[in-house]
């Protein structure tokens, strides 16, 4: 397996400094795993069981059963064969996609519109929303692992959102994705949403939990919050940007191929 799909594996943290202990624990996990193939060692390296560790508060047996479902799920559900002609039907409204940009942290950024979903499938719909995950992680800078979410909720009503897919979506992210949630920023959220999102306070984990600030356009501290994160030239003008005021179906695709490109080409 080449470089290129290790970083897409486990990205950022591959020649990080770790001390004796988390080491002696990484191996610990290492040895509750037990034999893999080539493809299970991608996501097991030094760096993945650490995001499973802090995960887990460094307890050696809960990350090792983390990382055993994570395997299992990924074996079931293949998550890096998903490609962009398996989701572009579901993609081309721009209800999840990558921007061409990221954070002033270098964070991938992922921009989530719910009332612009054109599918009743959750199937689909976390189809859709994994293989946005596993790209954004694929274009993430060395040394950095973490995403930024920016969820525009403006005029949203209740049948854009769904409990079901939303729960699916929470699970997958914490589940199978630890540590790779940096910020989840919830943008104009109406009042209706407050009964929702109550409904979904259960699910989300403490840490997921403290990862969300809801922002306002006509707020100052939102504005505050915004510019210091982002580029406002480069951010869409959904969220107070000064950037590309649409999202570009076609443009989009073109970017999602080459970036299936990098995997099909091995």
Avoid at 17 to 37: D, F, H
Avoid at 84 to 101: C, F, L, T
Avoid at 127 to 144: D, G, M, R, S, W
Wanted: hydrophobic letters at 35%.
């Amino acid at each position: 397996m080449s470089e290129d799909q290790k970083k897409a594996a486990s990205t950022g943290q591959d020649e990080m400094v770790v001390s004796q202990e988390q080491q002696a624990k990484i191996t610990e996990v290492k040895g509750l795993i037990g034999q893999l193939s080539d493809k299970e060692s991608v996501y097991c390296s030094d760096a993945s069981i650490s995001r499973y560790l802090m995960s887990r508060n460094s307890n050696v047996k809960k990350a090792a059963q983390m990382l055993k479902q994570s395997l299992k799920w990924r074996k079931e559900f293949k998550p890096e064969e998903i490609r962009w002609e398996d989701v572009a039907a579901d993609a081309e409204s721009g209800s999840i996609y990558r921007p061409n940009y990221q954070d002033k942290y270098g964070r991938s950024v992922i921009v989530i519109t719910p009332r612009r979903q054109n599918s009743k499938s959750t199937e689909r719909q976390v189809k859709h929303f994994v293989h946005c995950l596993e790209n954004a992680i694929l274009n993430l800078p060395p040394h950095q692992e973490q995403l930024v979410w920016l969820v525009d909720l403006e005029g949203i009503k209740m049948s854009d959102i769904s409990f079901k897919r939303s729960r699916e979506i929470v699970h997958v992210l914490q589940s199978y994705y630890p540590k790779r949630v940096g910020l989840i920023i919830l943008f104009n959220a109406p009042l209706i949403f407050q009964p929702f999102f109550k409904m979904m306070r259960p699910f989300l984990e403490t840490e997921t939990y403290n990862k969300l600030k809801f922002c306002y356009s006509d707020d100052h501290n939102s504005k505050k919050i915004l510019e210091d994160l982002f580029d406002m030239d480069k951010l869409e003008s959904a969220f107070g940007g000064n950037g590309d005021t649409g999202f570009d179906k076609n443009k989009y695709a073109e970017r999602m191929k080459e970036d299936d490109n990098k995997f099909l080409s091995f």
